[in-house]
DNA sequence: TGTATACTGAACCACATGGTTCAGTATTAT
DNA sequence: ATAATACTGAACCATGTGGTTCAGTATACA
């Protein structure tokens, strides 16, 4: 059964919600950048990017270090492999539910096969 | 490639980042509910459960529709593929990446390899 | 030493979120 | 006709979000 009680998933699925933060994922899966590289990738203050970076790290799926005066970013530990467990037990649940009603559907169309026998008798 | 733009993303991974809408969506994957059954299931006002339903609504995740005075929600026509299919193409990038610093490591180590052999010579 | 670069933090802004209460309306049951 | 049920909408509240500007600090370059 599908669970609901891992409390990062409010955070991962949070930081997935926006579109800027799902970019920075998929530019750090090519390369690991700097806030400045992202800043300018996605036309935003240091401060803005620095912002979601914080949001990354925070649900795990970003981890930084500072060497110097400069910050790299790359990809966390965390591969939300959980997030897509939770969604494929939902996509089963959800396809299931589906099928029930199919099987609504078939059983009302049988019994109007029978009544429709029934009143031609 | 991982793709970020299908705008619905925003509203889906933010109708996901909250427990009570999850556990909707669990309960709903079980039966159909009433608002008001919602509600006493996850202790909250009628108004309350109201705008999480409006909240997964609006993501195409649930769909409801209102006979007499209760109002019955059901899951939606929406069962969240394009969410997963974004998600196992994110994991493949960030297996990708920990493959190639495994490499990197690989590299490092020969190098070191050759290096004591340098030097012991 | 001085200057440019890269980031950081505080403060602000408008608007969204996750809840509530309260006062309705529409339906159903007696 | 009355009363109970089920929802609805407006208004409010505290806090969070997605950005900004501005004024720093720390590091690197010349």
Redesign the interface.
Known sequence: ??Q??P?H???S??A????TR??V??Q???ADASITALAERFQMTLTGMKKHVGVLEQAGLVSTEKVGRVRTC??GLR???E??A???G??Q??????DQLDLVVEELKQREKANGRKKRK
């Open positions: 059964m599908v609901y009680y409390a998933f409010d955070a699925f949070g997935l919600s926006d579109a799902r970019g994922l998929e750090l899966g090519r790359r990809l591969g939300l492999e997030e897509a939770w969604i494929e939902y996509r649940l959800w396809a299931a539910r589906f």
